[in-house]
Structures are given as C-alpha cells and as structure tokens.
C-alpha cells in the first residue's frame, strides 16, 4: 500500500464522501473510524477514555496484522495524542522498518522526533520524507517541517540545549548550596 492509499484513508475519515475503502481502512474497526476521524480533525477534542479506546482498538488492528506498515503510522499517531511517546517511537520505527520507501512513515517519524527536540534524527527522517515525496502537496508538508526543525536548531531548541544561561545559572546555584551544606556537615562534624 503506498502514500495516496493512506491519503485516501484520511480523506474518507474526514469527508461524508464515499471513498472507496482501501485495505488500511478496511482493517480498522468500524468503532475505531470516528475516532480516528476526530482525532485527524483535532487531536485536543479526543479525552482520556476514548484516545485509551482508539489506542487499544489499533494495537489489536496492529497484532491481527503487524505487517501493514500504515496501520503501525496510525497507531503511532494515536500514541502520540495520548502522550505515549515511546511506544509511538516504537511503532513508528517499525512502520519505517517495514516500509523503508513510504513518505506518511518518514514524515511522521520526523515530526515525533522534532517534537521530542531531537533534531538531528527529526532532520534525518524528514529529508528522506522530501526525497519520498510524490506530489506538490507532500513536498511542501516535508519542506515546512524541515524548515521548522531548522529554525530549532538555530534557536538552540535541541534537547539539551534550550535554555542554556537558565540551566547554567541552576547548575552554579546548586553547587553553591551543596557546598554550603558540604561546610555546615563538616562544622557539625567537629562540633
């Protein structure tokens, strides 16, 4: 299955359209489809109990089938919105693995990593999602999220690197009140 297959899948969630169902669409369960339609509209409208139901309606979809790379992009996706962002790495690292050449999979592993402020493998991802692209409209999604993992590396955002004056300034008030509690142990001691 290639990207327009997984295109159509959003299309046909999001539009009252019929759309002919495509083999990712068709494993889905029919409870799971709402959901998942809400959840592309605005991952913020889903609450707690029904992305935990989304999440386990896909990771039985991703047992019954673990080889559809697309259906492991979703769930990633659903792991995502319910803050699971480990698992979501994990599922979606399998995706790519099972799917070296799909755009959705690269894409979406970059913005997890991008997201995660992990920029060099957000770009690494990304720019073979660029490559992968089939369309205008797909370029232009991989070219406005490089542009923003860019703009984090030039703004220090990377992990470990935001903030750097505020964490230096931590680190130096830290050391002095360690020493100072290091000195008051030792008076203590020889008192």
Same mark, same amino acid.
């Given at each position: ?12 969630l999001?539009?009252?359209a ?13 409870? !799971? ?7 592309? %509209?605005?991952?913020?409208?889903l ?14 979809? #991703? %047992?019954?089938?673990?080889? &559809?790379?697309?259906?492991? &992009? ?10 699971? !962002?480990?698992?979501?790495i ?5 995706? #790519? ?15 997890l ?8 493998k ?6 073979q999602a660029?490559l992968?692209?089939?369309?205008v &409209? ?21 992990r470990g690197?935001?903030?750097?004056e ?16 290091t000195e008051?142990?030792t &008076?203590?001691?020889?008192?």
């Open positions: 299955m290639n990207e327009t297959a997984i295109i159509q899948v959003l299309e046909s999001n539009s009252p019929t759309v002919a169902p495509s083999l990712t669409l068709a494993i889905i369960p029919q409870e !799971a489809q709402p959901l998942l339609g809400r959840m592309f %509209a605005n991952p913020n409208a609450v707690k109990d029904e992305r935990a139901s989304l999440v386990s309606r896909l990771r039985e979809c #991703v %047992a019954l089938h673990p080889k &559809v790379s697309e259906l492991r &992009v979703l769930y990633g996706m659903a792991l995502c919105v319910n803050l699971d !962002a480990q698992e979501a994990e599922q979606l690292g399998e995706a #790519v693995a099972l799917a070296p050449d799909s755009y959705i999979a690269h894409l979406k592993m970059g913005e990593w991008m997201r995660l402020r992990v920029c060099n957000a770009a690494d991802h990304t720019h660029e992968l692209a089939e369309n &409209v797909e370029a232009e999604l991989a070219r406005r999220q490089a542009a923003t993992i860019r703009q984090m590396l030039r703004e220090g955002i990377e690197g935001y903030m750097r505020s964490w230096l300034a931590l680190r130096r008030l830290r050391k002095l009140w360690n020493r100072n509690r008051e142990l &008076v203590a001691e020889i008192s």
